[in-house]
């Protein structure tokens, strides 16, 4: 729920306890080709070839979600533990993140599935209490033998030798394979009811110990299975291990089951050990002992929760499932994931990993440019006295933090990696609430490597002027007398003779009636905030009547706040009528991405564009009036579903207003997406487009979806 921490230019997040990702959005599966891969590791693993000698098992989490690997290791005649966790990096379709830590630090690895038996990618981590660096190279070789190569090292200033370990199979024998795949056909044919194949697997005076104290020998095991009575609806083995003894084997599984007996539920989770004896070279099991694993209870969760470190329990309060909402201004710097000005909501799990080493959070969140996945893994650097944070956003960019917790203040430095590559620096401040319930942030972006710093975006003030804004539309005199401050100074020339107002002046006006907004639209918003003051600047479009006249006007505005003791209180406006109508071309341009594009209001086709519109497409193809224009972006939505167009930039001279701009979209027959970059150029005329040329990448986006033909006009 930290969404400010890579947001850029977020500006608030508040949240509702209770509300799981799961109640609006299903869980998107795991690529099978990392979730192969993954699997691969299953098992136990002698390490040789390297410095670092030992053993090493890797096994499923009960929901197979992620591969936790525990191992006993030595560096030369030091011995050390270390913990890892490999995961789906849940945003991209061949990304996997590994979490590690041991007593000599700590490490996160974001590499790409390659091919079907290698991954490779890049580390950073603290060993010894010094910053490293590092790349890393994993390779299956066969099913009983895989290496992994590390390379490019830096520990501090020191560059690492390269080296080599490699992982062989335990007990890797054709007699542990029989006996797992034994288990898999035990387990098929449980699911399909089927006696034969345990016939030829049981010894004949095999006995069953159910988890509810039953005996079963194998005639009224076999009986149950061919009765109907027991049915399975579906069944996981959620891991085997196998230990030999010479002719004498036990076998240990973990699988998830749902079934019925007689009509009775008995899905679960179950655990037995196998008892297998080799007679005439063929394995039989001879005995099983049954345990149901019990559902656990809230409570019962709480208790076996990983314990977090003494300073990531400080975050304890961020656990849980959380919804947040808010609004964001345009980006300071171009090519950043979440889109332009507007509103976002999403939902976010926070959970501790790797007893309690990391914090991970995943963010399902929906903005302007659409909706995005996030990914954050939130650990503790001791040496450096701060928190570390790796974030991955399923647009490909990327972002490494630190920031210090004073109390219930957080403190962030990023840096950011967007998608096409490009560095780029920010800082937050973030102040949460006693409960941890909700925060108000600050957050610049540098686009030059922190020479200058952009936009810093305050929630609460932006959130105050807006409140101001609708206790003046509503005429609601009791907002307005708490907002203003009692030594309030207006300047505006509505009434275009540039009077001032005091407080009292301006509460009688709206009370009259002789001033009464009907709309207002930002143009452009920026907050400055200097101790227990604040400036807000920027433009608004505002549909009014003042004293009988109705007006229709862009104004350049500037409002001073100061922090009191009963809060924020608004001590001065100056709003100006803006002339130029290069300008207030723009506003009315900037209007199009969300009332004609991202959410199409026929009102504001017929309040923008000119009876006599013209639309100059890149095919050679025109669009003459506005109802065929209505009609084409209605058939583009109809083809791409999650249609979105986003600024990038704009530029008006005259009567033309030239832009750049992002559009994205998932066709609705292949699913597949794109992104491509496009050109327009409007002309005005009478304050309303009266024509459009309009440039797009066009085969990009072909390519992008797989097609040689998007619209029907191709």
């Known amino acids: 729920m930290r969404r400010f921490a890579v947001l850029i230019v977020a500006v608030v997040a508040v949240f509702a306890t209770g509300v799981s990702i799961g109640q609006e959005n299903a869980p998107v599966p795991m690529p099978e080709m990392v979730q192969k891969f993954l699997g691969n590791f299953i098992g136990t693993w002698d390490i040789a070839g390297g410095p670092i000698t030992g053993t090493a098992t890797y096994a499923w989490d009960s929901e197979k979600n992620y591969v936790i690997g525990t191992g006993q290791d030595k560096m030369g005649d030091v011995p050390f533990t270390d913990t890892s966790l490999w995961r789906w990096d849940g945003v991209s379709r061949d990304g996997i993140i590994v979490y590690s830590t041991s007593s000599r630090g700590h490490s996160i690895d974001r590499l790409k599935v390659v091919s079907e038996t290698v991954v490779e990618g890049r580390g950073t981590g603290v060993q010894d209490g010094k910053k490293g660096r590092g790349t890393m190279r994993v390779e299956h070789k066969g099913s009983d033998q895989f290496t992994m190569t590390f390379t490019n090292g830096m520990v501090g200033d020191e560059k690492q030798p390269d080296w080599t370990g490699v992982f062989s199979r335990a007990n890797s024998t054709s007699d542990e394979q029989a006996l797992i795949r034994l ?49 399975v609806a579906s069944i996981k083995n959620d891991g085997t291990k196998v230990r030999i003894y010479g002719e004498t084997a036990v076998t240990t599984t973990l699988w998830t089951e749902k079934s019925q007996d007689k009509g009775t539920n008995m899905s679960g989770q179950y655990r037995s050990t196998e008892t297998w004896l080799k007679r005439d070279g063929q394995w039989q099991c001879i005995a099983t002992h049954e345990s149901r694993i019990a559902k656990t209870t809230n409570d019962d969760q709480k208790a076996v929760t990983a314990q977090p470190s003494p300073e990531l ?16 201004a345009k980006s300071p710097v171009a090519g950043l994931p979440y889109g332009g000005a507007g509103k976002y909501f999403g939902t976010s799990t926070s959970h501790f990993v790797l007893d309690g080493t990391f914090l991970e959070e995943k963010i399902e969140d929906n903005n302007p440019s659409g909706r995005t996945s996030i990914v954050t893994l939130t650990g503790y650097d001791a040496k450096a006295e701060k928190y570390t ?28 990696t967007t998608g096409e590559g490009k560095k780029v620096l920010s800082r937050s401040v973030a102040k949460y609430s006693s409960d941890w319930s909700s925060y108000v942030s600050t957050t610049e972006a540098s686009p030059d490597h922190g020479k200058t710093w952009k936009q810093k975006v305050v929630y609460e003030l932006t959130q105050l002027d807006k409140k101001l804004w609708k206790a003046l539309m509503g005429c609601d005199i009791d907002t307005l007398d708490r907002l203003y401050a009692e030594e309030f100074i207006g300047l505006y020339n509505i009434d275009r003779n540039g009077s001032m107002w005091t407080k009292d002046a301006a509460l009688a006006t709206v009370k009259s009636g002789k001033s009464v907004i009907y709309s207002y639209t930002y143009d452009e918003f920026n907050v400055h905030v200097t101790g227990d003051w604040a400036a807000i600047t920027g433009t608004v479009s505002v549909k009014e009547k003042f004293d009988g006249k109705d007006l229709d006007d862009k104004h350049r505005f500037t409002s001073m706040w100061a922090k009191k003791s009963t809060g924020w209180k608004c001590v001065s406006e100056n709003y100006a009528v803006i002339s130029d109508p290069a300008e207030r071309n723009k506003a009315i341009y900037r209007r199009i991405f969300e009332e004609v594009i991202n959410n199409p209001n026929w009102d504001s086709y017929e309040d923008i564009y000119h009876k006599d519109f013209v639309f100059h497409g890149p095919n050679g193809r025109d669009v003459k009036g506005i109802k065929q224009f209505w009609n084409d972006i209605k058939s583009v939505g109809s083809i791409f579903p999650d249609y979105r167009e986003v600024e990038v930039e704009t530029i008006a001279q005259g009567d033309f207003v030239a832009s750049h701009w992002i559009s994205t979209g998932t066709h609705k027959k292949n699913g597949k997406k794109f992104k491509i970059s496009n050109m327009t150029m409007h002309r005005f005329e009478d304050g309303k487009v009266s024509e459009v040329w309009f440039f797009c990448d066009r085969d990009t986006q072909k390519k992008q979806l797989g097609l040689d033909n998007i619209f029907d006009e191709e």
Do not use: C, H
């Not at 035990?186 to 509810?212: E, F, H, N, S």
């Not at 329990?313 to 964001?328: I, M, P, R, S």
């Open 389 to 416: 944070e790796s974030t991955f956003i399923s647009d490909g960019s990327s972002s490494d933090s630190t920031f210090t917790l004073n109390r219930r203040t957080l403190t962030s430095d990023s840096t950011m």
């Open 313 to 328: 329990k400080k975050l304890e309060g961020l656990v849980g499932a959380w919804t947040y909402e808010g609004e964001q």
């Open 183 to 231: 288990n898999n056909v035990w387990l098929d044919a449980m699911l399909k009811g089927d006696a034969a194949p345990l016939d030829r697997i049981l010894a004949d005076d095999y006995t069953l110990g159910g988890y509810d104290g039953t005996v079963f020998t194998k005639p009224q095991y076999l009986a149950l299975m061919k009765s109907g009575d027991y049915v």
